[in-house]
């Protein structure tokens, strides 16, 4: 299937640990993103990679860290886990740094991250 | 950045047609608007986009009317599946990612 596989789906974790998450996609697309959904659904772009080059970076913690080998592949690692970082983190991806506008993002399933 | 209004929430039943409206008044000249569906625990799935008009494809239907401040998602004949939340988004079509706002969207329930 061609799609945007992110791993885990669920992590729970207590606070203070470091975690990752993992994604992927196989639909080619040269841009990839990290967004976060809090619990209103408000859906929030973190960062944005083209080709392996960080192009959007906003306003996020430097607890957060993303980290692109290839261009096909967009991991997150997070530092010193707060409880306020518990929410649901989405992978997507697009055909180009524009693309999402013109022919839509591709999201993952998500991982919904618990700080206890 | 063209902000967008949308209602919370919204119910309906199978069989009938659910319209969303969807408010953004201050879309400039290059915003398209599109919206997008989310079922629990999914990502966001892209479904429609369009500048003016009428778009139509096999998920709905976008009414735009002539001074785009507002839009309207038409899902004919609703069934269970089509629970789920919908946001509108504007943006102009080469706009990077961090001006694609995603609001919180509409919570579209369908009953039996």
């Known amino acids: 299937d061609t799609a945007v596989s992110q791993t885990p789906k669920y992590l729970v974790t207590q606070m203070g640990n470091d975690k990752s998450i993992k994604c992927e996609q196989n639909?080619?697309?040269?841009?990839m993103y990290w967004y976060k959904q809090d619990s209103k659904k408000f859906l929030k772009i973190m960062f944005s990679?083209?080709?392996?080059?960080?192009?959007i970076n906003e306003t996020v913690p430097n607890r957060f860290s993303p980290k692109s080998p290839d261009k096909a592949h967009l991991n997150l690692h997070i530092n010193s886990l707060e409880l306020g970082d518990s929410a649901v983190y989405f992978c997507?991806?697009?055909?180009?740094?524009?693309?999402?506008?013109?022919?839509?993002?591709?999201f993952g399933s998500g991982t919904r991250l618990t700080v206890v | 950045l063209a902000k967008t209004t949308q209602p919370i929430s919204m119910d309906s039943y199978e069989g009938q047609e659910v319209n969303i409206t969807c408010s953004h008044n201050n879309i400039a000249t290059n915003d398209y608007i599109t919206w997008y569906q989310q079922f629990p625990s999914q990502g966001p799935r892209f479904i429609i986009q369009g500048y003016k008009t009428k778009v139509t494809n096999e998920v709905a239907s976008l009414f735009i009317p002539a001074d785009r401040k507002s839009s309207t998602l038409s899902l004919p004949r609703v069934s269970l599946s089509d629970t789920a939340v919908y946001y509108c988004l504007v943006g102009a079509r080469y706009s990077s990612a961090s001006k694609i706002i995603f609001g919180s969207g509409t919570r579209l329930s369908i009953r039996p």
């Open positions: 639909l080619g697309h040269d841009t």
């Open positions: 990679y083209n080709n392996k080059e960080l192009i």
């Open positions: 997507a991806s697009s055909v180009e740094t524009t693309g999402g506008a013109r022919y839509g993002y591709t």
